[in-house]
């Protein structure tokens, strides 16, 4: 069974989505990560809050460097987990992205920089699109991989192969 390590890298988010998940966890009392040597996992998905705001991006671009070249493991895959589509240069650093799209306000920000980040061919692009929300229809999402009509889960259950810690001082 592939083990996955969900990484809060911080709690700001300027959003304050109703339902947001974040709101179901005591973030404060997360195990804190130590050492990526210590927790053996297949994936590392880079949450938040909103780790690609303009004042979080540096720090997530370092977190995951820091993940690949102090704690390399052949075959391991990080990810970020977003709302925030205008820091294409994050899929320099990891192996794609989960670009979440909560609300109709979303949908201007992906169209202006969904070119861009195609052109990371080699990196997932997952988008998931909350129900309601709606994309011109001659929009081509072939290379993205899409979940349409989510919804905000009560009480956010960690899904089994999961583990949920937090970076030191977040």
């Known amino acids: 069974m592939k083990k996955i390590l969900r990484l809060l890298v911080t709690k700001d988010c300027p959003r304050s989505c109703d339902g947001c998940c974040n709101k179901d966890w005591d973030l404060e009392n997360l195990?804190?990560?130590?050492?990526?040597?210590?927790?053996?996992?297949?994936?590392?998905?880079?949450t938040g809050g909103e780790p690609l705001t303009d004042e979080n991006v540096d720090k997530t671009i370092a977190i995951i460097e820091g993940i690949n070249v102090l704690f390399p493991k052949?075959?391991?895959?990080?990810?970020?987990?977003?709302?925030?589509?205008?820091?294409?240069?994050?899929?320099?650093?990891?192996?794609?992205?989960?670009?979440?799209?909560?609300?109709?306000?979303?949908?201007?920000?992906?169209?202006?920089?969904?070119?861009?980040?195609?052109?990371?061919?080699?990196?997932?692009?997952?988008?998931?699109?909350?129900k309601g929300v709606t994309l011109p229809k001659d929009i081509i999402l072939v290379k993205w991989e899409v979940k349409r009509d989510v919804e905000w889960i009560k009480d956010c259950p960690l899904p089994e192969d999961e583990v949920f810690m937090k970076m030191p001082n977040v």
Request: hydrophobic share 35%.
């Open 31 to 46: 195990p804190v990560v130590k050492c990526f040597d210590d927790f053996d996992c297949d994936e590392i998905l880079i």
């Open 74 to 130: 052949k075959g391991r895959k990080v990810y970020v987990y977003t709302a925030n589509p205008g820091w294409p240069k994050i899929l320099h650093y990891c192996d794609g992205i989960t670009l979440t799209l909560h609300n109709q306000r979303d949908v201007p920000s992906f169209i202006r920089w969904k070119h861009t980040l195609e052109t990371y061919y080699e990196k997932s692009l997952r988008l998931n699109i909350f």
